[in-house]
């Protein structure tokens, strides 16, 4: 079954104890997204990968690292976590189609963190 | 900046009625557009999209939305709402390897 799996599903952890939210996707895509949801603001997105080694920021990357370092794996990682970074978290994927962009986007399931 | 506007936070319709629920986008040339929806702990669903072509695009569950590039608007449209369709709504532009998302609306429908 094609999908997007990130984990934990839920996470709570204290005030700078560093963590990683894992995503996997066995579609062959090659764009993958994290983004935050917060009430009344929508999805944000935090950084992108347009292929393996290839990231960028998004609209809100600040406190946030990731890496891709396999074409499906694109873990998020937060060094030192903060309050303000409580929200639920989505990763999705979508295929690149050259001079065309990109298509829809595959999302996970979600993450709800918490920081205390 | 792009950026994509949905001014209704929420909406109430009762089952049967008809629902538009508005989008418009911030953006020099027609960008990809999308429309998803949440339902409550859930992961969000793809309803349609619109690249080119025809303006009036159909979806799943029913739903069909019309791009008016002089608008700059993407609304989304169903002509009888049913007590499921009540989540949260998401307009979406893509442009230069980005995405943007409106804040989303949610609906909520009475019996």
């Known amino acids: 079954e094609a999908q997007v799996t990130q984990n934990p599903r839920y996470l709570i952890t204290v005030t700078g104890k560093k963590l990683t939210v894992t995503c996997s996707q066995n579609?062959?895509?090659?764009?993958m997204s994290w983004y935050r949801q917060d009430p009344g603001l929508g999805l944000r997105q935090i950084y992108y990968s347009m292929n393996v080694e290839v990231t960028d920021k998004g609209d809100v990357p600040e406190g946030y690292k990731v890496s891709r370092k396999e074409k499906r794996n694109f873990p998020l990682i937060l060094e030192s976590p903060s309050p303000n970074q409580t929200s639920l978290y989505f990763c999705?994927?979508?295929?690149?189609?050259?001079?065309?962009?990109?298509?829809?986007?595959?999302f996970g399931p979600g993450t709800r963190l918490t920081v205390t | 900046a792009q950026s994509v506007t949905q001014p209704d936070i929420h909406i109430t319709v009762s089952e049967g009625a008809s629902l538009e629920l508005r989008c418009n986008y911030s953006?020099?040339?027609?960008?990809?557009l999308f429309w998803y929806v949440q339902s409550p702990g859930q992961g969000l669903q793809l309803l349609l999209k619109y690249f080119s072509g025809d303006t009036l695009v159909q979806g799943i569950k029913g739903f069909e939305a019309e791009f008016k590039r002089s608008q700059s608007s993407f609304n989304l449209r169903k002509p009888s709402v049913h007590w499921s369709d009540a989540a949260e709504y998401f307009c979406?532009?893509?442009?230069?390897?980005?995405?943007?998302f409106g804040s989303g609306t949610k609906l909520n429908v009475k019996p």
């Open positions: 579609m062959n895509h090659e764009y």
């Open positions: 953006y020099g040339a027609t960008p990809y």
């Open positions: 979406e532009i893509y442009n230069f390897n980005k995405f943007y």
């Open positions: 999705a994927s979508s295929p690149f189609l050259g001079d065309r962009g990109l298509y829809e986007q595959y």
